[in-house]
């Protein structure tokens, strides 16, 4: 029995099978957003205050539909002054207004220009939950209580993202929308070497397993897999 009750309207598709329900990409963007998770537009995009919004702008004009990337805003401690980071590359890039066309360009394109865009490497592991609340109830819902549940296990483990005393440690934090509501939770999980997972259908329950298994053991759980970067 899950731990949410979502509105009759708005079920939870338990029958079609996940693997193959990943969006299609060739890099994920994640923007750090100073706006609460629970505070964004359907459409986050749209949101002018946003760097977000200037990236979407742009990214029609300056990257290749042969190599699709995702933009996604996500509400998550910062490890730097970096603005985006970048999966599978694994890296955070200093991206503002000023130079967001020429960050499309040049790192979101494989065609373009090498990069001139400050970066470093992202370290430590990522764990991010859809909590678009405005979006689609369901990932509201849900969100907060595996956002708790995988901030609590990972403490007690002592492999939460701490600053000053394990900055390789797991962080999570929240994503935008990401396609599959009807999957909800969705749990994205991300690490160092660039491996990306997408898990579907997740609970509570679920959340010891998916740190023991996946982001320990780096074991897939098929039952909830809906797909990878590798």
Known sequence: MC???????????????LYGTK??????????????????????????????????ATKRSSTDPMHPVLISNVQLERESEGTVLVFPD??????????????????????GDPSQIPSQPFQGKL?????????DIRCGLIAPILHNEFRENLKQRGLLYNPIDNAHGVRVGLVSHIGGH????????????????????????????????TII?????????RGRFS
């Open 3 to 17: 731990e949410c009750q979502y509105p009759k309207d708005k079920p939870i598709d338990l029958e079609k099978p």
């Open 23 to 56: 969006a299609i990409s060739w890099k994920h963007a994640l923007v750090y957003s100073d706006t609460l998770a629970s505070h964004w537009k359907s459409k986050v995009e749209l949101m002018p205050d946003e760097l977000i919004s200037r990236l979407a």
């Open 90 to 111: 694994a890296k955070v890039y200093d991206v503002s207004s000023s130079n967001a066309s020429e960050f499309m360009k040049q790192v979101l394109n494989p065609n």
């Open 127 to 135: 764990v991010l939950i859809c909590g678009h609340e405005q979006r």
């Open 182 to 213: 009807a999957y909800a939770g969705n749990v994205l999980y991300f690490d160092e070497d660039g491996l990306t997972i997408w898990y579907g259908r997740c609970e509570a329950r679920h959340v010891d397993g998916i740190i023991q298994e």
């Open 217 to 225: 053991n780096k074991n897939i759980i098929k039952e909830m897999f």
